[in-house]
């Protein structure tokens, strides 16, 4: 009987870790901070259509070619848990980014957007190196570095919400994708080099 309880105990964690891993991959969290921010700007409906520029080069297209790998077999999952397979990748995201941020300069965005974008770019070229010998949490640099650049537009109250970045951390654990130390790596990486690049380039 207790061998039975603790199997359905493993399997509602993991089942809450999947949801938490899901939930709050990457992309999503970059589609809320990016709409975040867009509706800080002073002119909402022209901020909010650069967040979805920014959606467009920052998660969509990245996801597609995640998508489109995993048809080729290049990598098993979404979340391409294989680290090597991360450095082929990263610079094909941070090739997407650029370009988002090319448009947004030439189009004369604000520059909290481009803000954004650029900090993103500088958060992924921080951990492509570190990638090449460990495999440091994307989910926590992420989801961390999202809450630096809003807690710059709105507020330090955001930084309340810094429980969610150990929840996140909690579940890549959980699902054995990452160790403690990699998590918290990562959520100190996001938040220090986003808040540092987006508070200088939005200045």
């Known amino acids: 009987m207790t061998d039975t309880v603790q199997t359905a105990s493993r ?11 899901n939930g709050m991959e990457p992309r999503n969290v970059i589609v809320l901070v990016s709409l975040g921010v867009g509706l ?18 920052s998660a969509a297209i990245p996801v597609a070619y995640i998508k489109f790998g995993m ?14 397979r991360r450095l082929l990748l990263i610079p094909v995201i941070m090739a997407s980014v650029a370009t ?7 189009r ?5 957007m481009v803000a954004l ?5 500088a958060t992924l070229a921080a951990l492509l190196p570190i990638t090449a010998f460990w495999k440091i949490s994307v989910h926590t640099s992420v989801a961390a570095g999202s809450l630096a650049m809003l807690a710059v537009t709105y507020g330090s109250l955001v930084w309340l919400a810094i429980p969610l970045v150990a929840v996140i951390g909690w579940s890549r ?4 994708d990452h160790t403690p ?15 540092l690049v987006f508070t200088a380039v939005s200045a």
């Open 11 to 21: 399997t509602d964690e993991h089942r809450a870790a999947r949801l938490i891993t």
């Open 181 to 195: 130390a990699q998590t918290v790596a990562g959520a100190v990486a996001g938040a220090v080099v986003a808040g």
């Open 117 to 121: 974008v650029v900090a993103m770019l």
């Open 40 to 57: 800080a700007q002073e002119n909402r409906a022209t901020g909010l259509l650069w967040a979805l520029e920014a959606i467009l080069f």
């Open 100 to 106: 988002g941020i090319a448009i947004m300069i030439w």
């Open 71 to 84: 048809r080729k077999g290049m990598w098993a999952d979404r979340h391409v848990g294989q680290r090597k």
């Open 108 to 112: 004369e965005a604000p520059s909290a």
């Open 173 to 176: 654990v959980s699902l054995r």
